[in-house]
């Protein structure tokens, strides 16, 4: 199982995208689980909706219930890119147990490195995908079709929670919950970090390095 931690917009779901198609893991992210559940109307959309409008954690306790059922739902042995998953310290802790219940010993972490500066330019332009959930960017992921996304011909929007006051949240919010995971895992050996600065391809390729020469 491979973690990727970052700040909301370092760029964790586009290259698990870009792993997912070289390495052939297979991507995990909560927050896409978690709109797709919004936008189907189930009753954990409605009760996480609140949060993500207003760019905060949905509760510890119904994370749990849905990581849960998601990580019974894979097959055993398949390799795992979670990509927002765990966000807190109780998060992980969860994690552990769940990861020693599947026997799965082997967790690296992969912490996403960008400076505020970048991050705030990216999640300006960034325009997803509402019905296959890709991303893209006016400028420097930009899709073949203005508006369109390239993999399923849906309009592209600006997601809810991209609006610069929620952003601004968004950060501090994973500088006091989320940050604190890096010396976690780092303390447990865990911990792998890299600049993200790069186009997406390259950070991708410099992860996919890592994770193949294990
Ligand atoms: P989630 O969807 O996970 O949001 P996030 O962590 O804020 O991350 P983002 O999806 O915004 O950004 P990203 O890092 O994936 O960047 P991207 O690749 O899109 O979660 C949403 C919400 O769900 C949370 O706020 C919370 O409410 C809830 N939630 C989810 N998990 C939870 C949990 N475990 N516990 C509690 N609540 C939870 O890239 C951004 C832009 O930059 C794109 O436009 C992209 O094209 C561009 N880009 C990417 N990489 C590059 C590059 N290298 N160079 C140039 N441009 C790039």
Redesign the pocket.
Known sequence: MTI?I????????????KVQAALGVKHV???????AAVSNGTEAGKQ?QG??D???????A??ANL?GELLDQQPRGAHLLL??????IA?AELLVGITDKYGIDNVRVVC?ELSEDV?LK??G????CPQCGA????T??APKVEGICDHCGAKLVA?P??QPETIRH?LE??EEKTAPLIDWYRSRGQLVCVD????????ARKIIAMLSAD
């Open positions: 990727l970052g700040a909301p917009g370092s760029g964790k779901g586009t290259i698990a995208q992210s909560t927050g896409a689980i978690l709109r996480a949060y993500i207003r760019g905060e954690l949905v509760p510890d119904a994370m990581i990509d927002g998953y765990p966000r807190t998060q996403i991050i990216r999640l332009g960034r325009r997803s991303s893209f960017h006016v420097t992921y997601r929670d991209d968004r919010i994973y993200a600065q790069e186009g997406s391809a390259a950070v």
